[in-house]
């Protein structure tokens, strides 16, 4: 079995907001409850997937607090502690190791596009300043315009030693396989392309941080297991299954995670509404959605 130090299959969850726009807390213990029930063997609160950029610091730590409280151990819980501004990544990462979350999601920084090594001296100065605290990377060319190389990856996965993963969103399977080749036994892959886990895993990958398992979590659990017993033929079924899913949540008229809500609001989860700038599906986005969730025997 390949290195998971966070598990296989993790949830990038939502952030719940109530109908004015704050925090939904019973709303995040309902959503903890359903993934634990569903596949996830660990949560990323505010990721991408949680709205992070729209969420305030105190936002963030309480989201840590409520999850941590709400998955009373039954998961890792990894805390999306990265931004652009690495003094004030350094700051939240300490005070979400105080609160007890089991690792910190760091992302490439956007907007400001640093070097590899600028890229490097980031996020060794973030995994120094919580030197207990499991840390892995995030690579997002699409959102943050800087593509973390695989050698600097590398390079920090041999130097520091609590850098422990990398989530690639790549979508550069070379890339991929040059971190898996590279990577030697403490340092592991995820997937952070919910239609590519599949092939990653093929190259070396140990797991997913997912979106679409908010929806389809006993699936990818089931793929995972499938492929890590050698039954390729399941694995593949399952991955051509789980597609129409991943299509609806990723429609390029709009961004993620606005059809995810619709389509956990439409299963009667807790979601609520997006905040600005990111707005609700439209009627055509939320009628692919429905129609994805129905072929998926969901609705």
């Known amino acids: 079995m390949r290195y998971t130090p966070f598990g296989q299959v993790i949830t990038a969850m939502i952030t719940p907001f109530d109908a004015g726009g704050k925090l939904d807390e019973a709303g995040v213990k309902q959503i903890v409850e359903h993934l634990l029930q569903n596949g996830s063997d660990g949560i990323v609160v505010c990721g991408t997937t949680g709205e992070s950029p729209a969420l305030s610091h105190e936002e963030k730590l309480t989201m840590f607090q409520l999850v941590k409280e709400a998955s009373a151990n039954r998961c ?14 350094v700051q939240l990462t300490r005070e979400a190791a105080d609160i007890g979350v089991d690792g910190a999601l760091l992302v490439v920084p956007p907007y400001n596009r640093p070097s590899q090594e600028g890229l490097y001296q980031h996020f060794c100065t973030i995994a120094a300043s919580v030197p207990k605290l499991p840390c892995m990377l995030y690579n997002v060319p699409a959102r943050t315009a ?23 969103a790549s979508g550069d399977l070379m890339q991929c396989s040059a971190i898996a080749a590279g990577a030697g036994s403490r340092f592991a892959l995820y997937s952070g392309e919910d239609g590519l886990t599949l092939p990653m895993l093929s ?3 140990c797991g997913v941080v997912s979106v679409t398992s908010h929806l389809v979590g006993k699936h990818l659990k089931a793929m995972h297991t499938a492929f890590f017993a050698g039954d ?7 991955h051509y299954r789980m597609l129409p899913i991943v299509r609806a949540c990723f429609q390029p008229s709009t961004s993620s995670p606005a059809p995810l809500k619709a389509a956990m609001a439409m299963l009667g989860l807790a979601a609520g509404p997006l905040r600005l700038p990111l707005v609700e599906a439209n009627e055509n986005e939320k009628n692919i959605v429905r129609t994805a969730l129905a072929q998926a025997g969901l609705l």
């Not at 890792?76 to 990544?89: E, K, L, P, Q, Y």
């Not at 390729?232 to 399952?238: K, R």
């Open 232 to 238: 390729q033929e399941e694995a593949a079924a399952l």
């Open 146 to 168: 800087r593509n973390l190389e695989a050698a600097t990856a590398l390079r920090l996965a041999h130097d520091v030693e609590n850098i422990v993963a990398v989530k690639e």
């Open 76 to 89: 890792s819980v990894i805390a999306g502690t990265g931004s652009a501004d690495t003094a004030a990544s």
């Open 203 to 205: 190259v070396g990958g």
